[in-house]
């Protein structure tokens, strides 16, 4: 699958993969006539100044660009496409490229349904009403298509797949502007050293490492590699992001007893994989212990860049097979 | 910059907001979460593109108006307020259930149609002793069946020689105060006593009798001295008092006056026996019942049967046990009575209920006082054809003129003693017969008048007319009850058996009512008497 970097023209900006199937729409006979007026008809497509044609052609970008809800590799019927396609958001999706294409009826409509809320959500956001409309402002400046690329209007709509819902869309755009804000604005100070995390400052002169230490560094990072993405998800959330058991629940779409229960025999089956990966490396059980209640001021280990970068394969690289299952997990 | 950032490795808006809201297939949702798990940013945006709030609060809608009958809201208050009306009820229902009736008047003495012949009626001047009906007092006085004629009372019987034939009537007066008998006096009787009174006109017997019409023929049968003298109370009120035909005999009994000697009273009896049967069982039955709802029995049962004579009170309770009481303590006090009877006793009763007639001269204090003294004496009718008893006749005005009807008339010899009364009639005209010669004091008074007083020398065979005119004053009601309508005619002097009886006849009049005995019968049918309550005999 072929990235494209749509949005961002500055080096450190966070940037929307596309597909290159957007780039060359599909044709709209690519789906059943019956089909895709079925689903023009639903969208109320030609209530925001969106034609048939150029309804099926962003249905047919978005299917090719997702396979129609299955993995990369697997063909898709023409059930599991109309399965597909109903299950998007049909009345927002042809809302957002309509206003991608710059119909004035749509823009009405969206202004009409989102401004107010999309205000509110920046002030949310951005934690101040002059932050948060200034950002509302340049979402709006930025959705409108007033940045250009070869002479035709970019706009970010364009990247809307219908999948979650508009509102949705456009708060996580918006969170995702102020995190570019913020890094603009602290493009000397990562991100990670805004974190409390207080790590130890690098020691100018290494000293050699004990053996049991070495041990302890080799069974940390190959423990946490071992995890699985959504376990380690829940550590780096819970331990580095300091985030909630609510806020992660509701990411999770779990409750929040689940996940504390979770992360609590998370960290145990750690614990007793760290102890096995340090007696399958020679020392003993007690050996073992002792290694493990070493104090971690003393451990040359970076836990944040261990389990952040356990995953080293980019996320655009959608081949990649998921990690096995975490040792210790059922 | 971080290494994190670079163009090309984050997930765009669309992706992050798919797994936000859980709309990501499994394998970009593991995928995506690998990345989060690497990637601080993502995890950044992740959080901060949650909605404020998961579950948005719902408007709050306006509750749906609810009709007030709806639900249980007033369950609980018309609970608590049935549950606050079934006593209620239950109490006005025993309220309810004790003998309040009508003010039914007590049923004193009963008239008698003179067994000798009446004089022609034109005659007869109208006295103030005529039959004048009381409409007013007509609804509140129960109908009285019409009873046969009275027999002669053997206990009073008319004087010898003239004895049932001679129609006499017996002016009469308490020798100790000689006061009438006013509504002032009756106000203080207690209500109790009312009632009880009013119970005991069911008990007449069937001799009494009541003119038709008349309304007269009432009165208070005061049964045994134990009774009123144990209370120490008659009951007669003001508007029974002013019921009192002016007709007929009127009896005023006032046993406080007999427990006190404070008070007197004025008695008119005919010569025939009063037909009242002793109300003493009534009361005492009333005064049972009424005590029963409030005796505390020192065994704490409830009590099975009580008897009272107003001085003592026995009373049964349902284990069987007597105890008895004195009216000294109110029946706050209670001993035990010890049983001679074998076996259990199941009722207690007042014997001799319906056996011990009271006459009416028995209610006057003297008698209260001295039971002892009275035996039935037959009561000296006055001499006829004496020839020397005058009369006093006269008209009753108010000061415009006017007749005042129902106005008393008291004549009070030298020592204030009542020697006669009467009432004048619808024309105001009044006549006091048979007096004897002496100086009297006639008085004459009616509601919303001054009280008149007027000395009178009253010569042998004399008949003086009195015309006294009443100036408006205070309501002042005297109550003095006549008797028969006179019988004398004065200008013939035939009814000289018409004369005053001295007050030292007044004990005589009367038969003192024996005194009450307790009965209580046992299971088997065994009946003991007390007089007391203390010592028991068996009754044969």
């Known amino acids: 699958m072929e990235v494209v970097d749509t949005a961002s023209s500055q080096p450190g900006d966070l940037v929307l993969t596309l597909p290159a199937a957007q780039a060359t729409p599909a044709p709209a006979s690519a789906l059943p006539a019956t089909l895709l007026d079925a689903l023009w008809q639903a969208a109320e497509a030609d209530s925001c100044g969106l034609t048939l044609q150029e309804f099926g052609a962003v249905l047919a970008s978005i299917g090719a660009k997702f396979n129609h809800g299955l993995p990369p590799g697997a063909l898709a019927d023409p059930a599991r496409k109309a399965a597909f396609f109903r299950a998007l958001r049909l009345p927002d999706l042809a809302l957002a490229h309509a206003c991608a294409l710059g119909r004035e009826a749509a823009w009405q409509r969206f202004l009409a349904l989102y401004r107010s809320a999309l205000t509110q959500a920046a002030i949310a956001i951005a934690g101040s009403a002059t932050l948060g409309h200034d950002l509302a402002e340049s979402l709006y400046a930025e959705l409108y298509g007033l940045r250009q690329r070869d002479g035709l209007r970019q706009s970010p709509l364009a990247s809307y797949s219908g999948r979650g819902s508009l509102l949705g869309w456009l708060r996580t755009t918006l969170a995702q502007r102020h995190v570019d804000h913020h890094r603009r604005t602290h493009r000397e100070t990562p991100l990670d050293n ?7 400052a690098a020691n100018p002169a290494p000293q050699p490492v004990p053996a ?6 080799h069974a940390v990072a190959h423990t946490l590699q071992a995890l699985a993405a959504e376990d380690r998800y829940l550590l780096a959330a819970y331990f580095l992001d300091r985030q909630t058991l609510l806020q992660i629940a509701r990411i999770l779409h779990v409750h929040e007893a689940t996940v504390s229960r979770r992360i609590q025999r998370l960290t145990a089956s750690l614990r007793q994989h760290l102890l096995t990966t340090l007696q399958a490396s020679g020392l003993s059980r007690r050996a073992a212990e002792e290694a493990l209640g070493t104090d971690p001021r003393d451990i040359e280990i970076n836990l944040r860049a261990l389990l952040q970068t356990s995953q080293p394969a980019p996320f655009s690289d959608k081949t990649t097979p998921a990690p096995t299952a975490a040792p210790g997990q059922p | 910059m971080s290494q994190h950032h670079q163009s090309g490795h984050h997930p765009d808006a669309d992706q992050l907001n798919a797994f936000v809201e859980h709309a990501l297939p499994p394998h970009e949702r593991e995928h995506t979460l690998a990345h989060l798990a690497a990637c601080p940013a993502c995890r950044a945006i992740v959080a ?11 408007p709050h809608a306006r509750p749906a108006r609810k009709p007030w009958f709806s639900g249980w809201n007033l369950a609980w208050p018309v609970a608590a307020a049935f549950a606050a009306l079934v006593p209620l009820v239950y109490f006005v229902h025993r309220s309810a259930g004790t003998p309040a009736g009508p003010a039914a008047p007590i049923q004193m003495a009963q008239s008698q149609p003179p067994a000798a012949p009446e004089p022609p009626a034109a005659a007869q001047p109208p006295t103030a002793t005529a039959p004048s009906p009381r409409p007013a007092m007509e609804h509140n006085r129960p109908a009285e069946p019409s009873t046969p004629p009275p027999t002669a009372a053997p206990a009073m019987p008319a004087s010898p020689g003239a004895a049932a034939k001679t129609p006499a009537y017996l002016d009469t007066q308490d020798a100790s105060t000689g006061g009438t008998i006013e509504n002032e006096l009756y106000s203080q009787l207690p209500l109790a006593m009312n009632r009880a009174a009013r119970n005991a006109s069911p008990k007449m017997r069937p001799g009494a009798q009541s003119k038709p019409g008349s309304g007269a023929g009432q009165g208070a049968g005061n049964g045994s001295s134990g009774v009123y003298g144990g209370t120490g109370q008659t009951n007669l009120n003001e508007n029974y008092l002013e019921a009192m035909p002016t007709a007929n005999m009127a009896a005023s009994a006032d046993a406080a006056s007999a427990a006190t000697g404070a008070a007197a009273a004025t008695v008119a009896v005919t010569n025939a026996p009063p037909q009242l049967e002793t109300t003493n069982a009534a009361v005492a039955e009333l005064l049972s019942e009424d005590r029963a709802r409030t005796i505390r029995l020192p065994s704490g049962l409830p009590t099975l049967s009580t008897a009272s004579s107003g001085r003592v009170t026995l009373a049964l309770d349902s284990a069987h046990a007597l105890f008895v009481s004195d009216s000294d303590d109110g029946g706050r006090r209670w001993r035990p009575v010890p049983a001679p009877w074998q076996g259990r006793a199941v009722r207690v009763d007042l014997a001799g209920h319906a056996a011990a007639p009271v006459h009416m001269a028995a209610l006057g204090a003297g008698l209260a006082r001295s039971p002892a003294a009275f035996s039935p004496l037959p009561v000296p009718a006055p001499a006829p054809n004496s020839g020397i008893a005058g009369s006093i006749a006269g008209v009753i005005t108010d000061p415009a003129g006017a007749f005042i009807p129902n106005a008393s008339i008291v004549v009070t010899d030298a020592a204030r003693q009542d020697v006669a009364s009467a009432r004048t009639d619808s024309a105001g005209r009044y006549r006091i017969d048979s007096l004897a010669p002496g100086h009297y ?16 020398a009253l010569e042998p065979a004399q008949r003086n007319q009195v015309d006294l005119a009443l100036q408006i004053g205070a309501d002042t009601t005297t109550v003095t009850v006549t008797d028969a309508p006179p019988r004398i005619d004065t200008a013939t002097r035939s009814q000289a ?10 004990p005589q009049v009367a038969a003192m009512p024996p005194a009450p005995l307790f009965e209580v019968t046992t299971e088997s049918g065994d009946r003991w008497t007390s007089p007391d309550g203390q010592t028991w005999t068996r009754r044969p």
């Open chain 2, 48 to 58: 901060l593109s949650l909605p404020l709030d998961e579950a948005p609060a719902k």
């Open chain 1, 194 to 200: 805004l974190d409390t995390f207080d790590a130890p």
């Open chain 1, 212 to 217: 049991e230490l070495a041990h302890l560094t």
């Open chain 2, 441 to 456: 004091r006639l008085t004459a008074f009616a509601p919303g008048f001054q009280r008149l007083e007027q000395p009178i």
């Open chain 2, 497 to 506: 058996a018409n004369k005053a009886v001295a007050p030292a006849v007044i």
